[in-house]
């Protein structure tokens, strides 16, 4: 039976998250993106509040929740006044790399790194993108070669979000040679590295907007590594990245519709105070009329990731449910922010009404953590058309 009520706790993240947004509005992120500063008290609010730990198990300091109760507590940050920042702040270390250890790491792991991001004290990067290799994640260069206790790392990462403050790098590697496999997905192998050793170093690329914080390329020289440090199998980390891909197109997919729903309230409330030719300028259905079709899609957008949060946090394939809420979100989202900014006239375009900032943030949701493109053709070949890449 399909159950829509919502449950206590699950109450209880959305109120809390909005009460989080209300003290980490608009402005606040204005002044942050305008100085480039990383927000800290708002990170540690997030860590009061136990959002760091939603997904860490009890017996490590969490909430032992699921994606569902993530994605309502990002989705909430993100509409009620945090944009971006809302998921940006806790895809990455309480996502991802919590994810990966609660599914893949030693006990060693568990007891050293979980209790750490349930407290907010430790901040994991995510090495995965690089130059040449792209969306095929398959293709990428860095390797690691073993010697003795220990392994080497050398190569290239770029856009490594927060790796210039970051504890740890959760890294993907290579180590066996793609043309030396029997099956691509073969020979890649993950490692927690420490950020603070030889041979790392970091710069960051300017980019078009979420400039309170830095996503840097990452190079990697010799790099020495202990075995310990390797995350789950060596030459299976293939199928340890895909528990991590899933939760961050999931956590995407709110953020984009939390952006959307967060420049479509402040279009409606600009709309009904702002008078042109003797009434409100939100009695007009051409501007109503884009911005309640793109609300209506974001809505059923939310509806699909909640599917695929549900299939993910019980055990089930989610792939295909993440790549359609992901896709639907990302065009509604879009639309929304799109349509909601041409409501303000030319004010959109001005700083202080921060839809000019929701739509440098959210163009980046077309771009990653999968380009449309890409979710486009994993939902093609679900649905009987011949494999394109």
């Known amino acids: 039976m399909v159950d829509f009520a919502e449950t206590p706790e699950e109450q209880m993240i959305r109120s809390t998250a909005g009460e989080i947004a209300d003290e980490f509005g608009p402005e606040y992120w204005r002044e942050k993106e305008e100085s480039g500063e990383v927000a ?13 730990g939603l997904l860490v198990p009890d017996e490590y300091g969490g909430a032992d929740m699921g994606l569902q109760e993530m994605g309502i507590a990002m989705e909430t940050l993100c509409a009620e006044g945090c944009g971006m920042a809302g998921t940006w702040y806790l895809v990455l270390t309480a996502g ?34 690089e130059p040449e290799a792209g969306t095929n994640t398959l293709n990428v260069a860095t390797k690691a070669e073993r010697d003795g206790d220990e392994y080497v790392l050398n190569g290239k990462k770029c856009w490594i979000t927060f790796s210039d403050v970051a504890d740890r790098i959760m890294l993907v590697t290579r ?70 891909l899933n939760p961050e ?58 599917k695929a949060a549900w299939l993910f946090d019980n055990g089930e394939d989610c792939a295909y449910e993440t790549n359609v809420a992901k896709s639907v979100a990302v065009d509604a989202g879009i639309d929304a922010v799109f349509h909601s900014m041409q409501a303000f006239g030319g004010w959109g375009y001005a700083v202080e009404y921060d839809v000019e900032r929701w ?31």
Request: glycine letters at 10%.
């Open 40 to 52: 800290w008290d708002f990170w540690d609010e997030l860590g009061e509040a136990g959002f760091h």
């Open 96 to 129: 991802m790399a919590g994810v990966g250890i609660r599914e893949h790491g030693t006990k060693e792991q568990k007891e050293e790194y979980l209790p750490q991001i349930a407290k907010g004290d430790i901040k994991f990067c995510i090495g995965i993108t």
């Open 175 to 244: 180590t066996t040679p793609v043309d030396e496999v029997d099956r691509p997905t073969d020979g890649i192998s993950l490692f927690l590295v420490d950020m603070e050793s030889d041979g790392i170093d970091v710069s960051p690329i300017p980019k078009h907007g979420i400039n309170y914080s830095n996503s840097c390329e990452v190079f990697f020289e010799d790099v020495r590594v202990p075995e310990e440090d390797m995350l789950g199998e060596e030459g299976d980390g293939w199928w340890t990245l895909v528990d991590t």
């Open 249 to 306: 197109r999931i956590a995407f997919s709110a953020a984009a519709t939390g952006i959307g729903k967060l420049a479509a309230k402040s279009a409606v409330e600009y709309t009904n105070d702002r008078e042109v030719f003797g009434g409100p300028i939100g009695q007009y259905q051409s501007l109503q009329f884009p911005i309640t079709e793109a609300w209506s899609r974001m809505e059923t957008a939310a509806l699909m990731r909640q």
């Open 359 to 389: 739509w440098r943030e959210i163009n980046l949701t077309r771009l990653a953590p999968v380009t449309q493109q890409m979710a486009r053709n994993h939902i093609a070949q679900e649905i009987g058309f011949p494999k394109s890449y």
